[in-house]
């Protein structure tokens, strides 16, 4: 084989390749963007990452965060809210607030069919969110944290529903006492 057809069929090769990878390409731009991918790496206070809250999020859509940087709460900043909003609606929310020891949390979760969540203290999840309260001893002394934290899982079932937010809240009270200062 003489070398100007061998680098004919070379030249052909690469034509191919390039087709096909235009191709597939072109298929791939179809495909909906995961939502979480177009949030930062780190979110809600630098509580979860993006592969945390992708099945909240959902595929398609506008995303929005509203959210501080830190959940650095004290006598002084009682609380903050994080929002991740979706073609401007809630797709997730979480919020804290810091109170002092002996205030009693008001969780209205009777008809929500709540369940404990293992290694949080006051820890409840049900279907569409979680929440925990947690007492701590900090710096300038004793002192509670409320936790909540809501988002929806379309065409999920509940058990998978309540572990994701399980899963969520677990990472989130951890962070929060880390934050926080707060040593159980």
Known sequence: MSAAVAHGGTRHAAVALSVAAALLLAGCADEPVPIASKLPESTCFGAF???DLAPLLGK???VKVDSPADLALNSQRRGATCNIYVDGKSGMLAWAKWQPLGQEFVWPLDDLNAEPIPD???GKVWDTGAAAGISCQGPEGPFQLELW????????KAAEKRALLTGLMQKYAAHAKRQTGCAA
């Open 149 to 156: 934290l809501s988002g929806s899982i379309s065409g999920a």
């Open 49 to 51: 990452t993006r592969t």
């Open 120 to 122: 949080v203290e006051n």
């Open 60 to 62: 398609v859509g506008e």
